[in-house]
């Protein structure tokens, strides 16, 4: 097994692999699976004034969100570490060459 992989034992893949444009909650996933901290004004332009509660809802299905306090405004900035988005990576070659 990857090691990016073992270090996510409770991300839901299947559930994480299925994240689409279709839902406030995969534009959001969407948006922050580019790496780099991204506003919480920047999240709520592509999955609504609730973003907060769509990156609970990424939370729920193991997808480490992070979070830190912006400088500049009132919102936080959010990101999803690197180490995620490799095992990311690594899942969608696996459905790829499946």
């Keep these: 097994m990857d090691l990016f992989l073992a270090a996510f034992p409770n991300a839901k893949w299947p559930e994480i692999l299925a994240l689409d444009h279709t839902t406030a909650?995969?534009?959001?996933?969407?948006?922050?699976?580019f790496g780099g901290w991204y506003s919480g004004e920047s999240l709520a332009q592509v999955a609504g004034f609730d973003y907060r509660t769509?990156?609970?809802?990424?939370?729920?299905?193991?997808?480490?969100?992070?979070t830190t306090p912006s400088g500049n405004s009132p919102c936080y900035l959010y990101r999803i570490p690197t180490a995620f988005l490799m095992a990311l990576e690594e899942k969608q070659r696996e459905r790829k060459s499946a």
């Design 25 to 33: 909650k995969g534009r959001a996933f969407n948006r922050l699976r």
């Design 54 to 66: 769509r990156c609970s809802r990424l939370r729920d299905l193991g997808i480490p969100v992070e």
